[in-house]
């Protein structure tokens, strides 16, 4: 079967992939996306396709205006590709999730497994610390601060109260 399109490197795609996050171009980086592509995120949860996956970077980028990720790790066989990665970025654009701008800088590392076919990234697995990235936006309280104090009571009351309901 001849080849109409240039054969890339799993490798390639990927960092092809994350030049066009750095370049905040949503649609630039599900070209990279086969048709049916499927993510799976901590904290989003599975996203089916290249729509979903664009809508979810078109928010991303707008809630996090400065976003930037850097490779700090990359290994690749076959058709997999693995990378450890460092984001930092502010959280000062719209809303993200339903949430508003808290203003609050962000730095986290993660790490993220792509299956790569035929030129196009077919799966990823992105895998980050969720309460870590959610306490730095500030969407939970810092650890060991009175608010967060207040929470983990609330929970533990709560929990308390349906073991008893199930006795």
């Not at 370049?23 to 904290?43: K, R, S, T």
């Not at 930037?68 to 290994?75: A, K, Q, S």
């Not at 799966?123 to 309280?141: E, K, N, W």
Request: proline share 4%; charged share 25%.
């Amino acid at each position: 079967m001849p080849v109409t399109e240039k054969s890339f490197a799993p490798s390639e795609v990927i960092r092809t992939a994350v030049e066009r996050l750095n370049a905040h171009d949503a649609d630039g980086i599900v070209e990279c996306d086969a048709e049916e592509v499927i993510e799976d995120w901590p904290m989003v949860g599975r996203l089916d396709g290249r729509a979903a996956v664009r809508d979810h970077f078109a928010s991303l980028l707008a809630a996090v205006p400065d976003l930037h990720l850097d490779i700090e790790r990359m290994v690749a066989e076959g058709d997999a590709v693995f990378i450890h990665w460092h984001a930092t970025g502010t959280f000062t654009g719209a809303a993200f999730n339903g949430i508003a701008a808290t203003g609050r800088r962000i730095d986290i590392r993660g790490n993220d497994y792509f299956t790569v076919q035929d030129g196009k990234i077919v799966s990823a697995f992105i895998a980050f610390d969720g309460m870590d990235y959610a306490i730095q936006a500030g969407v939970l309280p810092a650890r060991g601060t009175a608010p967060d104090r207040v929470m983990t009571a609330v929970v533990n009351a709560v929990t308390a109260i349906r073991h008893r309901l199930r006795r």
